[in-house]
């Protein structure tokens, strides 16, 4: 019985000891994605490879992926450039310029997943749009109504002044 329970402590020990080798997942860096692929899950793979980049490394793969875009314009390197005019970093987002190249795409000559991701990101741009409109609608509102407010302190402003000017006015010369 005590030979058991040293085996298992012994296993149990060396379960732990080997496991204490191994780095946490959220230290490992992730693989890169297999280049060069085609379809939804490698684009959303290499645009999760952007994840983390700086602002110049993200305009070095604008560059190269708008270059790939112009040089060969097929649905891979049109769908990889638009998911990164979408959805990417700040640094490097144009939704204007992703919806164009969205809008141009024949349906019909691409695969259900690519069909469901075009789909997505058109939805997801003309959201987006709506949202801006609403925002800019608000932002004039605000703005009218700031320079109201103006007005209506500026001509408080006067009306204290007048009163203040009426009221020394109607002091007798012996106050």
């Known amino acids: ?4 329970r040293l085996a298992g402590l012994l296993g149990v020990l060396v379960l732990f000891g080997g496991c204490s080798q191994l780095q946490p997942y959220t230290n490992r860096v992730l693989p890169p994605v297999f280049e060069g692929g085609q379809g939804a899950n490698d684009w959303l793979g290499e645009l999760h490879n952007t994840r983390g980049l700086t602002k110049s490394e993200l305009q070095d793969v604008l560059e190269a992926w708008d270059q790939a875009y ?10 990889r450039l ?4 979408t959805a990417g970093d ?5 939704r204007g310029r992703a919806r164009k190249l969205l809008d141009g795409f024949n349906s019909a ?3 259900p997943g690519e069909q469901e991701l075009v789909t ?3 939805r997801f741009l003309a959201e987006h749009e709506e949202d ?3 925002i800019n609608v608000l932002s004039k509102q605000v703005r ?8 209506l302190e500026q001509q408080q402003r006067d009306l204290t002044t007048i009163e203040q000017s009426i009221q020394q006015r109607e002091k007798p010369a012996g106050e």
């Open 1 to 4: 019985m005590n030979m058991k």
């Open 70 to 79: 112009r040089d060969n314009p097929i649905t891979n390197n049109r769908l």
């Open 82 to 85: 638009a998911l990164l005019l």
């Open 90 to 94: 700040k640094a490097v987002r144009d």
């Open 109 to 111: 000559a691409l695969g």
């Open 120 to 122: 997505i990101l058109q």
């Open 132 to 134: 801006r409109g609403e």
């Open 144 to 151: 009218e109504q700031d320079q109201r407010i103006e007005e």
